[in-house]
């Protein structure tokens, strides 16, 4: 079955950059787009970013666009999630997920999570 495993969390200061990375095994990943999502607490998870498998398309959400670079490797079946100048309100569970769609336009089609892996920004 789908599994995804994500690191590369933890706590850092603002301005600070982390590196998370998610790990997928038990499906052919090439096939699939993938994608970062977070949540923070007392409120709902919300779209970061995503990358196809069927073209170059990399949508990124409004509030991390010029500071967050996702990117993957097929020869790892592994996600990654580049995130530079950090603020406070990045603060939130980073969840990568799975789209069987390959397009990755529609976060509704992202049906398969990790466990997620917490990153805060202390300002």
């Known amino acids: 079955q789908v599994q995804l495993v994500e690191s590369g969390g933890g706590l850092v200061q603002a301005g600070d950059s982390l590196r998370l990375s998610c790990a997928a095994s038990?499906?052919?990943?090439?096939?699939?787009?993938m994608g970062w999502f977070r949540q923070a607490p007392g409120k709902e998870r919300e779209f970061v970013a995503a990358?196809?498998?069927?073209?170059?398309?990399?949508p990124y959400a409004d509030s991390v666009k010029g500071r967050f670079t996702i990117s993957r490797d097929n020869a790892k079946s592994s996600v990654y999630l580049q995130m530079n100048s950090l603020k406070p309100e990045d603060t939130a569970v980073y969840y990568c997920?799975?789209?069987?769609?390959?397009?990755?336009?529609?976060?509704?089609?992202?049906?398969?999570w990790g466990q997620g892996t917490q990153v805060t920004v202390s300002s």
């Open positions: 997920a799975a789209d069987s769609t390959g397009w990755g336009l529609w976060a509704s089609d992202f049906d398969s």
């Open positions: 038990g499906f052919t990943f090439s096939t699939y787009a």
């Open positions: 990358v196809s498998s069927k073209d170059n398309n990399t």
